[in-house]
């Protein structure tokens, strides 16, 4: 699928309606499940491929893309999967999940088995980056998944994937600096974020900039075309602009971008 920033957008914001509450569908009925590090979120998509119902739960089982809390993982999917049928009157039978680019083999299964343990079938396992992408439909140019525990990066060309890695720094990292800056758990940092982040961005300044040289990085050094930014972590006002000047190439924000990899994950590839 190719889709425009703009049209990308238009999803973003009819997805951030229906949380919790779903829009009316055509059915079948296709379900993503994301097992991310500051979050859970189960999302469905319609058979017109669009967001009809999302909800999540904050928790802490997966760490850097790795299950740390099987049995945490499993109670909080069995929660969403009941929450979702209970909205929607449809039974959540299969679902795709997605892992880091990084992950080993053996953590990317412990996702699927996550699923099936709280009685989903697993129907199909990605990286995050290309499942961003079946959403964004970027042919040139980079996708950059940044979330809690790392930033994952794929460069496209033609549509191909021909580049994709994955590098420790996220979201959690920003939560640390802040913390320290501002005397506050980490917990309360991360609240504080969400709710502040036009005042605290200059302060995370130096761990975006961070970010940004990952991005340059795992692009190789050479421009990719636009970088689009997908991932919770940086919903902050200006965080894209800060990446660009840092990075000197354009770069693509969006509003709702944590919606993006788990909305792609029920879209599939």
């Not at 949380?19 to 097992?35: I, K, N």
């Not at 994937?161 to 994955?166: E, F, N, V, Y």
């Not at 919903?235 to 000197?248: E, K, S, T, V």
Request: aromatic share 4%; hydrophobic share 45%; charged share 20%.
């Amino acid at each position: 699928m190719r889709t425009s920033p703009a049209r990308v957008q238009q999803v973003l914001d009819e997805a951030a309606l229906c949380r919790a509450t779903p829009r009316a569908f055509s059915a079948p009925l296709r379900f993503g499940v994301d097992l991310g590090t500051a979050t859970l979120v189960i999302t469905a998509v319609d058979a017109r491929d669009r967001p009809v119902y999302w909800e999540f739960l904050r928790a802490r089982v997966v760490r850097d893309g790795v299950v740390v809390d099987f049995q945490g993982a499993v109670d909080g999917v069995r929660q969403l999967k009941a929450r979702a049928e209970a909205a929607l009157g449809v039974a959540v039978v299969d679902a795709a999940t997605a892992h880091p680019p990084a992950v080993a083999a053996s953590e990317c299964r412990a996702c699927a088995y996550v699923l099936q343990q709280a009685g989903i079938e697993c129907r199909a396992l990605v990286d995050e980056v290309s499942a961003a992408n079946a959403l964004l439909g970027v042919r040139d140019g980079a996708v950059t998944d940044v979330g809690g525990g790392s930033t994952g990066v794929g460069v496209f060309r033609d549509g191909r994937l021909a580049r994709l890695s994955d590098h420790a720094g996220g979201g959690h990292h920003l939560d640390l600096i802040l913390a320290g800056a501002l005397k506050l758990s980490v917990e309360d940092a991360e609240v504080h974020k969400r709710e502040h982040g036009a005042a605290v961005v200059e302060r995370l300044r130096p761990g975006l900039e961070r970010v940004a040289e990952s991005i340059r990085r795992q692009c190789g050094g050479v421009d990719p075309g636009v970088v689009h930014l997908a991932g919770g972590a940086l919903q902050l006002p200006g965080a894209a602009d800060i990446i660009a000047a840092y990075l000197g190439w354009p770069v693509q924000g969006y509003d709702h971008a944590e919606l993006i990899t788990p909305l792609g994950i029920a879209l599939g590839l």
